[in-house]
């Protein structure tokens, strides 16, 4: 099983940047799929994450700005990121909670992607 991270890049102030993550690999779906960041010098933090209902949670420091969906048919997670700060700066991880039998499920971690929000 893969998670595979894409979308990071370089961004100006109050840009937009969407990631993408998508799971691949013998599976038979996923289960919580979500975004965690970690900015320079810092320690990794959540951003959001979405059940495979459709149910959405998120960091205070995104909500109103950040939009998390997912499309459970291709098992990928996205975030919409708008309004982007400085402080938005970090390496941006997607996880999964994917099942790789029906009833037993694991967590993946994709392998990062840089946003870099800056003037």
């Known amino acids: 099983v893969q998670l595979q991270a894409s979308g990071g890049g370089l961004v100006q102030p109050g840009g937009s940047l969407r990631l993408s993550c998508a799971a691949s690999?013998?599976?038979?779906?996923?289960?919580?799929m979500g975004w965690y960041r970690q900015p320079p010098g810092k320690q990794r933090e959540f951003v959001a994450t979405?059940?495979?209902?459709?149910?959405?949670n998120y960091a205070d420091s995104v909500k109103g700005r950040f939009t998390i969906s997912r499309d459970n048919a291709k098992n990928t997670v996205y975030v919409q990121m708008n309004s982007l700060v400085p402080e938005d700066t970090a390496v941006y991880y997607c996880?999964?909670?994917?099942?790789?039998?029906?009833?037993?499920?694991?967590?993946?971690w994709g392998q990062g992607t840089l946003v870099t929000v800056s003037s």
């Open positions: 979405i059940s495979r209902v459709g149910r959405t």
């Open positions: 996880y999964a909670d994917i099942r790789v039998t029906p009833w037993l499920s694991r967590e993946y």
């Open positions: 690999g013998n599976i038979f779906g996923a289960n919580d």
